[in-house]
């Protein structure tokens, strides 16, 4: 990631809405945001998959695992601002493939830190989940308020968008999507 490039532009754009990038609450802003960006987009340097690299074929598990609220951040690639949301993914191991529970909420964190638009997030992280795991299927869903719809352009704050991506079994048997979507709905006690 250039920084420096990050860092003249936030200048740039300071001077642009009439700030002046030397004021005293300012100075550091540049730095920060770059700095910013190297942690929210570092989704670029990374691969999802090679998260999903220690699986555990002594188990032989052949029901849905879900998790459940998995917080979710990133940044809008039409506005530059952020959605912010949950994830919930669900996969049905084939034979005794499965996978440590926090890689899924790594694989969730990792797809997320790139520019992004909610829809393509959900099919990378199901895709990912089915290309690595080779599980029987794969259900997830996210929701999300995203600041572009809530501080600008309709200025409606609140508004959830939901997105799934069925893959599978998730896909072809109404039942087992039935189920998994129950769980997700689920209150807690």
Request: proline share 4%; glycine share 6%; with cysteine.
């Amino acid at each position: 990631m250039d920084k420096e490039k990050i860092k003249k532009a936030v200048r740039d754009i300071l001077e642009a809405v009439g700030e002046d990038p030397a004021r005293e609450g300012l100075q550091g802003t540049p730095q920060r945001v770059a700095n910013m960006y190297e942690e929210v987009l570092s989704g670029y340097k990374q691969d999802a998959e090679d998260v999903l690299n220690v699986i555990f074929e002594e188990e032989d598990h052949d029901e849905i695992i879900l998790l459940k609220d998995i917080p979710l951040y990133s940044v809008c690639e039409h506005h530059l601002v952020p959605f912010v949301g949950k994830a919930h993914v669900a996969y049905l191991p084939e034979g005794k493939r499965i996978t440590g529970l926090s890689k899924i909420a790594r694989v969730v964190n990792m797809l997320a830190r790139k520019l992004q638009v909610q829809e393509r997030l959900t099919t990378s992280i199901a895709d990912t989940i089915m290309r690595k795991l080779k599980p029987k299927g794969v259900l997830v869903v996210i929701e999300a308020e995203h600041l572009c719809m809530s501080m600008r352009g309709v200025n409606k704050p609140g508004i959830i968008t939901t997105t799934s991506a069925v893959r599978g079994i998730f896909r072809s048997d109404e039942r087992t999507r039935s189920e998994a979507l129950s769980l997700i709905r689920q209150i807690r006690p």
